[in-house]
């Protein structure tokens, strides 16, 4: 009987060493699961949304042709910057081309197209501002090439409206929506806006892209897994529409 006070102490000096031991687990598999769960999911806050404007382009926006690119046509040069100015003189944006990503101004059978206008949607895009480009096949686009970096386009400033004609577009073409800081916002494939219910006879879309509420955009990366993503008439804005008119695209976050 003399050993019991003593076995009872020990019995319970372990019992209490061992649900210290559980605990402190635990709070390290917490602690260790909130750090995963943090790393892997820090992104920018906000939702971009997509719509497919059979007319275009919105008024009172700022608008790019790209037509003072076209010495630059077919060059090809990989990774080059260049600077492309608003039709409304209100300032100029960056591109940077990746790959095999061009300027053109023609069509090359298999490899890329020429996106065309059609029902009045080259609005705002003709030369001189504001008049408007014929329907038909644009003058100058960007192709991105396929397999590589692609295009680049920085605003230099945040933005929270973006326009550009799309065509053809293919499943496989991809656009990303980058914050300041290059923080990845939002992607958008050539499936979610065929998905949208709408596709020009010409296979040529042209898409407005809304960012009311979130992280304000600063960079777009267009790329393309296969020949090829090819884009033009790019509109921007850095307050946000109050309506879009159009066919909203389904949920389509990548």
């Known amino acids: 009987d003399a050993f ?17 031991r559980m605990n402190m687990k635990k709070l390290l598999f917490i602690s260790a699961s909130f750090i995963s769960l943090v790393a892997c999911c820090v992104e920018a806050d906000g939702q971009i949304n997509a719509t497919v404007t059979p007319g275009g382009a919105l008024p009172g ?104 004609l799309w065509g053809s577009i293919d499943y496989w073409n991809t656009l990303s929506f980058y914050d300041s800081s290059m923080t990845l916002i939002e992607s958008f494939s050539g499936g979610d806006i065929t998905g949208a219910g709408y596709v020009d006879a010409t296979q040529t879309d042209y898409v407005n892209f809304t960012d009311p509420d979130g992280a304000p955009f600063q960079y777009v990366v267009a ?23 159009g066919i909203p695209t389904p949920e389509n976050s990548l």
């Open 223 to 245: 790329t393309s897994t296969q020949p090829n993503f090819e884009f033009g008439d790019v509109a921007y804005n850095v307050t946000a529409p109050d309506f879009v008119p």
């Open 4 to 20: 019991t006070p003593v076995l009872l102490r020990a019995m319970n000096t372990g019992m209490r060493q061992y649900t210290e």
């Open 61 to 164: 926006m700022n608008y790019l042709n790209f037509n003072d690119l076209n010495s630059l046509a077919g060059l090809g040069t990989p990774a080059r910057v260049v600077t492309a100015t608003d039709l409304n003189n209100s300032g100029t944006v960056g591109l940077t081309f990746g790959g095999n990503a061009a300027v053109e101004n023609s069509d090359n059978d298999g490899l890329y197209a020429q996106p065309s206008t059609s029902g009045g949607n080259g609005a705002f895009f003709g030369n001189p501002y504001p008049s408007s480009q014929p329907d038909g096949p644009l003058g100058t686009y960007l192709t991105t090439g396929w397999g590589g970096q692609g295009i680049t386009i920085d605003f230099g400033v945040g933005q929270r409206y973006m326009g550009l």
